[in-house]
């Protein structure tokens, strides 16, 4: 996302990366939410519920809070670690 040229970066259906223009009106609420939450410059504003994409962003989340793949593979179960 970018507030300066008004721009966001979306994951379209045609599972294909591409710009999109935001609307004047919604640039001032997301750059306060942005500031208030103290965000990275790349963060999900608007999160996916593509199961791949949610599968993957946990496992690499789980390793690098230290999880081996056998304690991810329980987690993803919903075994006890």
Not at 38 to 53: A, K
């Amino acid at each position: 996302m970018s507030f300066a040229d008004s721009s966001v970066t979306v994951f379209r259906k045609s599972r294909a990366w591409k710009e999109a223009s935001l609307h004047e009106l919604v640039i001032d609420p997301l750059s306060r939410y942005a500031e208030l939450l103290d965000v990275p410059d790349s963060w999900p504003v608007f999160t996916t519920l593509h199961r791949p994409s949610l599968a993957s962003h946990v496992t690499e989340e789980l390793v690098v809070d230290g999880l081996d793949d056998d304690a991810i593979e329980r987690v993803r179960a919903g075994a006890p670690t």
